[in-house]
């Protein structure tokens, strides 16, 4: 668990397949009709939860690791579950299946671990409930205790077994059925809420539209569209028909920005290096990360731009450079808000001062982001200053080995991993495992290109 400083990253790698867009390959491959084949599918703890969730909803899924194949039974093609779905830590999996259940004539029980049962969901229960779906939260002790207990759903949820609760998280269950349709305005921009009333829609008795106040991330309007959903979008506005016929697909994921980011950040930060990144996608509802290294000066080449599957995907070339602060706020927020935890620590590198506005969904996430890159880089010597919605960071000042409590964020385990090989001393975390959430590799990639001193 311990990282002492390196002297330079050089060489060629490729970051593995992007989180977001293989849970939606399961989610959509599971309601089409045939086989969907997903190559680069993220072999990450969160997108094997997806997996295990559609095989309890009876969908057969051969993970061959190299590839995986969804067996798919149409939109009406899925089972009643007999046990809870655990999605562990997984918020795509809660709030996107929880659309798709919406949807089905039969009741569900969703629950996750220690994170997940702290993570708000009244934002997908507002939409859904007006749909027509109905939502139960329950008190997690005493649902644990009588899942463990009795796995059939109909038992655990007899009168009087369970306390309910209107605490707004998991554990919750689901009856769904018979949606109505509607046009949701969002409070949020929140790719996870808009997908969740979009699948919803796939059953509903008209038209469905979802208005988010700044365009998040779009992989479910480009992925459902092509497995044959009727879905438009203008602006920050999205609709689908429902009732579509979905045909399975062929997807080849693109890397995933959001693991490019640290070797983005980590090839900027650390003097004499260059990292060819291969094959990331580079959607620009995503691909903030990029215009913000440009904007703090960063050595950064887009090569061999081309479209796969669907979605935009380019090699990144990437050199080290001398940094300067920026500001980050409004719409760049969505394009960028799984990689402000690494931004941080490119701030806390650069000459000046770094300010990111507009960025209160960081407080609900794996953990409270602002609070622990706080806490984090304050105590490997960094100047950094919380706000409501973001933080600002004094850049220029070394940092030096600390403590690391990743409060089980695989973000921040990876984030201040990079800090750490570019901090003096040796750097001890509480546990790293938790980056095999999103990268199960990702300490052995960062081995394999570091130079020899
Ligand atoms: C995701 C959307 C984002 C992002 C998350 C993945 C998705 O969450 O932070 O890691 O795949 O739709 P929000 O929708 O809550 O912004």
């Not at 999605?87 to 004539?105: D, M």
């Not at 090569?303 to 980050?328: C, F, M, Q, W, Y």
């Amino acid at each position: 668990m311990k990282t002492i400083k390196k002297t330079s990253f050089r060489g060629e790698i490729s970051v593995p397949g992007d989180k977001s867009i293989s849970h939606r390959g399961i989610m959509f491959g599971a309601i089409s009709k045939g086989t969907t084949e997903i190559t680069n599918f993220l072999q990450g703890a969160d997108c094997l939860s997806t997996i295990s969730c559609f095989q309890k909803l009876g969908i057969s899924i051969e993970n061959k690791g190299d590839k995986v194949l969804v067996h798919g039974k149409g939109l009406h093609g899925l089972a009643a579950p007999t046990q809870v779905l655990d999605v562990g830590n997984s918020g795509t999996t809660a709030r996107l299946i929880s659309g798709i259940l919406a949807g089905q004539p039969f009741p569900s029980a969703l629950d996750g671990d220690a994170s997940i049962r702290k993570r708000p969901m009244k934002r997908i229960f507002t939409p859904l409930s007006q749909m027509g779906a109905k939502f139960q939260c329950w008190d997690p002790d005493a649902f644990s205790g009588i899942a463990s207990q009795c796995p059939e759903i109909g038992c655990r949820l007899a009168p009087g077994s369970c306390t309910p609760t209107g605490s707004g998280c998991a554990p919750f269950t689901i009856q769904g059925g018979g949606l109505r349709h509607i046009h949701y305005h969002s409070p949020i921009a929140s790719a996870q809420v808009k997908s969740a009333v979009l699948l919803a829609g796939l059953y509903a008795d008209g038209v469905t539209k979802v208005t988010e106040p700044v365009l998040s991330r779009n992989h479910t309007e480009l992925m459902l569209s092509g497995f044959g959903a009727q879905i438009h979008s203008e602006g920050t506005t999205a609709s689908i028909h429902p009732d579509p016929k979905l045909e399975a697909q062929a997807i080849h994921v693109p890397g995933d920005i959001s693991s490019a980011a640290y070797f983005i950040a980590l090839s900027l930060i650390t003097p004499g290096s260059e990292i060819l990144i291969q094959n990331v996608g580079t959607n620009p509802t995503r691909s903030g990360i990029i215009q913000a290294a440009l904007s703090m000066g960063g050595n950064l080449t887009l090569l061999n731009e081309r479209i796969v599957s669907g979605e935009p995907v380019a090699d990144v070339l990437v050199k080290s450079s001398s940094l300067h602060g920026t500001v980050i706020e409004g719409a760049q927020i969505p394009t960028l808000i799984d990689e402000i935890p690494i931004i941080a620590i490119m701030a806390a590198f650069a000459e000046g001062t770094t300010a990111i506005k507009d960025a209160q969904e960081l407080k609900v996430k794996e953990s409270d982001r602002i609070a622990v890159v706080t806490e984090n880089l304050t105590a490997m010597g960094g100047s950094i200053t919380p706000t409501d919605d973001g933080m600002v960071i004094e850049g220029g000042s070394p940092l030096h080995a600390a403590h690391i409590q990743t409060h089980m964020d695989h973000r921040i385990a990876m984030s201040f991993q990079i800090a750490a090989l570019n901090a003096a001393g040796e750097t001890t975390f509480d546990d790293k495992g938790c980056a095999a959430i999103s990268y199960p590799s990702f300490y052995e990639d960062i081995e394999k290109l570091s130079q020899p001193c």
